[in-house]
């Protein structure tokens, strides 16, 4: 870790952040017990439930609480932070760092992109079943209202996107009194059938899980994935490590959130060893009956504040991609003058809703909704375990037999789960597959597109050297003014000027040649390097973390203080508008070709992905073949 994090960790914990803890990170997690119980027993009651059954369930599900996320995820991956960041795409960067090879940073890079792809498969998903377990609590009250559950939930889900623009600041102070609120509740309504039926306990002994395992074999297989619904949002809470910290985390899990849904969990299994017949909706029917609207209510507003959780954590995802060269420019606004992370996107928006409302019409209900949910979830899991080996290996230096014995048991579990949930991809599992292939499919299409893009650029272009040494023999007219060029070059002239020199004839009294790059860090603290290469020339260097976006107004401002004469009201703006092409022998094929020029042509113009202002841009068009 970081000192500033080491730093951290031995700072008091504020009430205020274990409520933002409670509010944001478990939000996901803390909604599952709606469904995966019931989910998971489903399979085995079409003969009647036996008791060792449930048990069985029960302790694979408690069991997979203490080693996915406790151990896993709580205990380990939180180590390995990016500067105090995490997430899928953070543990990507801090695994390139380690590679020998390009070979080795490239397929790094494609396990970090199918995570991702896949957490996008999970953020389509997560709102849609969350809502509708919800709702459906409606059904218990009373028939009557079975109609109205995908009306209902589509209108909750409509009202929470279309409310996305005004941020998370003004909803977040209420999230963490819910989240307390709902955790509370479902920990004591567990404890309260639990104490009816102590008996249930012994499902805490591993003994149980196991002998269900070996009991039913291939069927004890599948059943794992439902069980694996219980510990989705486990990722959540590494992906948030960077706006808490890791010991507000941990305390959080081991003490309030762990042991509520123990206890929830204990007490449905309490409830169904009692009546076999509450699998009817075994949550929901540990509440007395007048409390159980009430308890919807509740419930609706948990997983809002889970789906709330999941569309931000979209946000910073696709920002992430962005700022790491694997998708287009996309809009990205920021909805808080003092929060750098409240940003609101769009694009990305409208995409997770049509896709929700997708999902909520074709399904509409959680049980079906389950099939397609656990896929998304597992290959996360799956990607997060091999980045984090690599990581324990070759950045802490554990040794290789202490990576193997610590990390190959929770592959092979990821592994389990994964694989227990291809067998559903006829029942609905095949939906996160289409949606994270389709992102897998673009991320790497744009990235290797932008790549031929380069090497063409660098291909055709002068180099720079050979431009500044020509430049005192060639007479070239300055006018007052300052050009600003951006190119992703550094090394090469911008095709921008070229083609201004070309038509105009002239060149400014003072150019600077802009250049953005990204860091595979969070947030970089040194952003701006200048270099003079000739008189009134300068080479100026921009660097962004993958959580920041840039303003690169703002940052030429700041070059007076590095010595650079720069007054925004004389800058004029340079950029080149490329129109990609098939070359005479392509390097890509046709499809690629192809989905690669649509999304070129619909990615944010630099002007307002930069914040450049319109009125002072001049563009200039050009061809190039790839």
């Given at each position: 870790?970081?000192?500033?994090?080491?730093?951290?960790?031995?700072?008091?914990?504020?009430?205020?952040?274990?409520?933002?803890?409670?509010?944001?990170?478990?939000?996901?997690?803390?909604?599952?017990?709606?469904?995966?119980?019931?989910?998971?027993?489903?399979?085995?009651?079409?003969?009647?439930?036996?008791?060792?059954?449930?048990?069985?369930?029960?302790?694979?599900?408690?069991?997979?609480?203490?080693?996915?996320?406790?151990?896993?995820?709580?205990?380990?991956?939180?180590?390995?932070?990016?500067?105090?960041?995490?997430?899928?795409?953070?543990?990507?960067?801090?695994?390139?760092?380690?590679?020998?090879?390009?070979?080795?940073?490239?397929?790094?890079?494609?396990?970090?992109?199918?995570?991702?792809?896949?957490?996008?498969?999970?953020?389509?998903?997560?709102?849609?079943?969350?809502?509708?377990?919800?709702?459906?609590?409606?059904?218990?009250?009373?028939?009557?209202?079975?109609?109205?559950?995908?009306?209902?939930?589509?209108?909750?889900?409509?009202?929470?996107?279309?409310?996305?623009?005004?941020?998370?600041?003004?909803?977040?102070?209420?999230?963490?009194?819910?989240?307390?609120?709902?955790?509370?509740?479902?920990?004591?309504?567990?404890?309260?059938?639990?104490?009816?039926?102590?008996?249930?306990?012994?499902?805490?002994?591993?003994?149980?899980?196991?002998?269900?395992?070996?009991?039913?074999?291939?069927?004890?297989?599948?059943?794992?994935?439902?069980?694996?619904?219980?510990?989705?949002?486990?990722?959540?809470?590494?992906?948030?490590?960077?706006?808490?910290?890791?010991?507000?985390?941990?305390?959080?899990?081991?003490?309030?959130?762990?042991?509520?849904?123990?206890?929830?969990?204990?007490?449905?299994?309490?409830?169904?060893?009692?009546?076999?017949?509450?699998?009817?909706?075994?949550?929901?029917?540990?509440?007395?009956?007048?409390?159980?609207?009430?308890?919807?209510?509740?419930?609706?507003?948990?997983t809002i504040i889970a789906s709330q959780a999941m569309i931000s954590g979209a946000y910073s995802i696709a920002r992430q991609c962005v700022q790491l060269g694997?998708?287009?420019?996309?809009?990205?606004?920021?909805?808080?003058?003092?929060?750098?992370?409240?940003?609101?996107?769009?694009?990305?928006?409208?995409?997770?809703?049509?896709?929700?409302?997708?999902?909520?019409?074709?399904?509409?209900?959680?049980?079906?909704?389950?099939?397609?949910?656990?896929?998304?979830?597992?290959?996360?899991?799956?990607?997060?375990?091999?980045?984090?080996?690599?990581?324990?290996?070759?950045?802490?230096?554990?040794?290789?037999?202490?990576?193997?014995?610590?990390?190959?048991?929770?592959?092979?579990?990821?592994?389990?789960?994964?694989?227990?949930?291809?067998?559903?991809?006829?029942?609905?599992?095949?939906?996160?597959?289409?949606?994270?292939?389709?992102?897998?499919?673009?991320?790497?299409t744009w990235r290797r597109g932008r790549d031929l893009l380069f090497a063409r650029f660098r291909q055709d272009s002068l180099p720079l050297k050979s431009f500044?040494?020509?430049?005192?023999?060639?007479?070239?007219?300055?006018?007052?003014?300052?050009?600003?060029?951006?190119?992703?070059?550094?090394?090469?002239?911008?095709?921008?000027?070229?083609?201004?020199?070309?038509?105009?004839?002239?060149?400014?009294?003072?150019?600077?040649?802009?250049?953005?790059?990204?860091?595979?860090?969070?947030?970089?603290?040194?952003?701006?390097?200048?270099?003079?290469?000739?008189?009134?020339?300068?080479?100026?260097?921009?660097?962004?973390?993958?959580?920041?976006?840039?303003?690169?107004?703002?940052?030429?401002?700041?070059?007076?203080?590095?010595?650079?004469?720069?007054?925004?009201?004389?800058?004029?703006?340079?950029?080149?508008?490329?129109?990609?092409?098939?070359?005479?022998?392509?390097?890509?094929?046709?499809?690629?070709?192809?989905?690669?020029?649509?999304?070129?042509?619909?990615?944010?113009?630099?002007?307002?992905?930069?914040?450049?202002?319109?009125?002072?841009?001049?563009?200039?068009?050009?061809?190039?073949?790839?």
């Amino acid at each position: 870790m970081t000192s500033q994090a080491i730093q951290g960790e031995r700072q008091p914990i504020s009430a205020a952040v274990l409520l933002g803890v409670l509010g944001i990170v478990y939000g996901d997690i803390g909604t599952s017990p709606l469904y995966s119980m019931r989910a998971a027993l489903l399979h085995f009651s079409s003969d009647g439930l036996e008791r060792w059954e449930i048990l069985g369930i029960l302790s694979l599900i408690i069991w997979s609480l203490i080693i996915v996320v406790t151990v896993k995820y709580v205990w380990l991956v939180t180590r390995a932070d990016n500067k105090g960041e995490g997430g899928i795409l953070a543990l990507m960067a801090l695994a390139q760092r380690t590679a020998v090879t390009e070979r080795g940073r490239w397929l790094i890079a494609v396990v970090g992109i199918a995570g991702a792809a896949l957490f996008f498969g999970d953020g389509v998903i997560t709102p849609a079943i969350s809502v509708l377990s919800a709702i459906e609590g409606l059904k218990i009250i009373s028939p009557a209202f079975e109609g109205a559950v995908v009306p209902l939930s589509l209108a909750v889900l409509l009202a929470l996107f279309l409310f996305q623009y005004r941020g998370t600041g003004s909803m977040g102070a209420i999230f963490g009194p819910i989240t307390v609120t709902w955790f509370g509740v479902i920990g004591l309504l567990g404890l309260v059938e639990v104490i009816r039926e102590p008996g249930v306990l012994v499902a805490l002994s591993p003994h149980y899980a196991v002998q269900f395992a070996f009991a039913y074999h291939l069927a004890a297989f599948i059943a794992l994935g439902s069980v694996v619904l219980a510990v989705t949002g486990a990722e959540a809470l590494y992906a948030d490590m960077g706006h808490f910290g890791r010991r507000p985390i941990q305390l959080a899990w081991l003490y309030f959130v762990l042991p509520s849904l123990a206890l929830n969990y204990l007490g449905q299994g309490a409830l169904m060893l009692s009546d076999r017949a509450a699998l009817e909706n075994p949550f929901y029917l540990l509440a007395p009956e007048w409390m159980r609207l009430p308890l919807v209510i509740l419930a609706t507003a948990a997983t809002i504040i889970a789906s709330q959780a999941m569309i931000s954590g979209a946000y910073s995802i696709a920002r992430q991609c962005v700022q790491l060269g694997f998708v287009p420019r996309l809009v990205v606004r920021h909805t808080s003058e003092t929060e750098e992370g409240q940003i609101y996107m769009p694009q990305v928006n409208f995409a997770l809703l049509v896709g929700v409302v997708i999902l909520v019409i074709a399904f509409r209900s959680s049980d079906s909704l389950a099939a397609a949910y656990g896929l998304a979830v597992t290959g996360t899991f799956v990607a997060t375990s091999m980045l984090a080996a690599l990581v324990f290996r070759r950045s802490f230096g554990w040794p290789l037999p202490l990576v193997l014995a610590v990390f190959t048991p929770l592959l092979l579990l990821d592994l389990a789960f994964f694989v227990s949930n291809v067998l559903k991809i006829p029942d609905g599992g095949w939906v996160p597959l289409v949606l994270g292939g389709a992102m897998f499919t673009m991320m790497l299409t744009w990235r290797r597109g932008r790549d031929l893009l380069f090497a063409r650029f660098r291909q055709d272009s002068l180099p720079l050297k050979s431009f500044l040494a020509r430049l005192p023999q060639s007479r070239t007219i300055r006018v007052p003014g300052i050009a600003v060029f951006m190119t992703s070059q550094a090394d090469y002239v911008p095709n921008a000027l070229l083609h201004n020199l070309k038509h105009n004839k002239v060149l400014h009294e003072r150019v600077l040649f802009v250049t953005v790059t990204g860091q595979d860090v969070p947030q970089v603290t040194d952003r701006r390097h200048v270099e003079e290469l000739a008189p009134g020339i300068y080479r100026v260097t921009l660097c962004y973390g993958f959580q920041e976006s840039p303003n690169i107004p703002k940052e030429l401002e700041g070059l007076r203080e590095l010595g650079v004469d720069y007054d925004p009201m004389q800058a004029s703006y340079f950029l080149g508008r490329e129109t990609v092409v098939a070359s005479t022998v392509p390097k890509m094929a046709a499809w690629q070709q192809w989905l690669f020029g649509i999304m070129s042509r619909n990615s944010v113009p630099a002007t307002e992905f930069f914040r450049i202002p319109s009125d002072r841009v001049v563009e200039l068009g050009v061809r190039v073949a790839i």
